[in-house]
């Protein structure tokens, strides 16, 4: 969840709690987050009901500013469910590394809009 939050400055507002992995409001939007280990079905159907259910509520605290849900994940998951996911649900995808020393890196991250 770190990086992510340090993807944006200051004046964002994040919330989080034990349900929701991260929500970042930004000026222009609004982000829910879902991060997962893994990139199974198991994995990303889980994160598709907890982006859905998640998102009402989040959308709330931020009335007016488009929703956009991201999941971010290890590696990219099979065709049909990157296609699910892209064209009919919605969802960004994001895809994380981690480096020898521990660091996170989470490609695209800086160019979600």
């Known amino acids: 969840m770190r990086a992510i939050r340090d993807a944006y400055d200051s ?35 889980t994160a598709i009901g907890q982006l859905t259910a998640h998102a009402a509520v989040v959308a709330e605290c931020a009335p007016g500013k488009p929703l956009v849900r991201v999941m971010v994940v290890p590696e990219q998951p099979n065709r049909r469910l990157c296609s699910l996911l892209k064209n009919q649900l919605g ?7 981690q480096s020898a020393k521990g660091k996170i890196i989470i490609d695209g991250l800086t160019h979600l809009e």
């Open 11 to 45: 004046s964002a507002e994040t919330l989080k709690s034990q349900a929701i992995d991260l929500a970042v409001i930004t000026s222009k939007r609004v982000y829910l987050f879902e991060v997962k280990t893994s990139s199974n079905s198991q994995a990303v159907y």
């Open 91 to 97: 969802i960004r995808l994001l895809i994380f590394t």
